[in-house]
Nanobody, 123 residues
Framework: QVQLVESGGGLVQPGGSLRLSCAAS????????MRWYRQAPGKQRELVAV???????NYADSVKGRFTISRDNAKHTVSLQMNSLKPEDTAIYYC?????????????????WGQGTQVTVSS
């Protein structure tokens, strides 16, 4: 099992910045992808950004140029720097990890989620 704990959410004015962090722990063998999703009230959960083990990143069109995802493979952490925030960025942000865990003499790959952190952009 992998536990993901997010931090860094809060209330910010439009145009402001926030930095979200997520730390993974557990019997981790490797983490392939680390992602940030978000879900606004009444909307489906959407992928915001993804970072691979090799450092490749990809972003939703709505956040390109404003958000930056970064990860520390050794520490099993991922961050999301969010700049020029807009009211439409208001949502619960979830950390997600596609990870392989040690299971006895073998391993197992699974998909893991954090509990979410609220980001509210409002004046």
């Amino acid at each position: 099992q992998v536990q993901l704990v997010e931090s860094g959410g809060g209330l910010v004015q439009p145009g402001g910045s926030l930095r979200l962090s997520c730390a993974a722990s557990g019997n981790i063998f490797s983490i392939y992808f680390m992602r940030w999703y978000r879900q606004a009230p009444g909307k489906q959960r959407e992928l915001v950004a993804v970072a691979t083990t090799g450092g490749n990143t990809n972003y939703a069109d709505s956040v390109k140029g404003r958000f930056t995802i970064s990860r520390d493979n050794a520490k099993h952490t991922v961050s999301l720097q969010m700049n020029s925030l807009k009211p439409e960025d208001t949502a619960i942000y979830y950390c997600n990890a596609d990870a392989r865990t040690k299971e006895g003499m073998g391993s197992r790959r699974g998909d893991y989620w954090g509990q979410g952190t609220q980001v509210t952009v409002s004046s």
